[in-house]
């Protein structure tokens, strides 16, 4: 059993959006005792996590556990963790069932994820855009930000997972469509004040299409 929250009715439009649709049945809206039970669940959370790292370094594994998902039923603890590299972690499930007394489940994740689970709020303000719109997070790249001429700074061009922002990616197609309307480097041109030779090409926001 898990807690969860309605959005909004399973219409066919909204089930069209989610990649991957789960199914389950709704037991009950939650009670008074479920939630006493959620607070608890999460209060718990704190001294699991101390637990689990002093048993990481008593097994001597290099992995960073990053959050904790306790399932409301009770049926299993789900971990969180970051590595480098593959982590042989099977003696180390068996001692967190021992010490939690209930079925174990490790999932390795990246830095991307990391910042999904517990960022909050990116440079511009607002919500990071990972853990509240975002369901699948897009590859992107230095080329985005040329294109686009964002400054190449990576300070200025990360999110809060070191990697570069996703919010590139939302408006690269808009500038890859005007640039194709774009005359290409070294075409000759004839403008207002005679001819002319194409030496470069810089999109500015504020020229592409709404």
Partial sequence: QEVGEVLCPASPQAIAVIPEPTRGDILRLASAEDRARI???EK???????AAEALVRQHKLAMQFVDIEPLFGGERLVFYFLAEQRVDSRELVRS???EFHTRIELRQIGVRDEAKLLADFGDCGKPVCCNSHMMVMPPVSMRMAKLQKSTLDPTKISG???RLKCCLRFEQDVYE???KELPAVGTRVLTD???GRVLAIGIDAADAPA
């Fill in 193 to 195: 004040k005679g001819q």
């Fill in 160 to 162: 809060r997972c070191g």
């Fill in 177 to 179: 469509e005007f640039q």
């Fill in 96 to 98: 967190m069932a021992r």
């Fill in 44 to 50: 718990q959370k704190r001294d699991q996590f101390t």
């Fill in 39 to 41: 607070a608890l669940l």
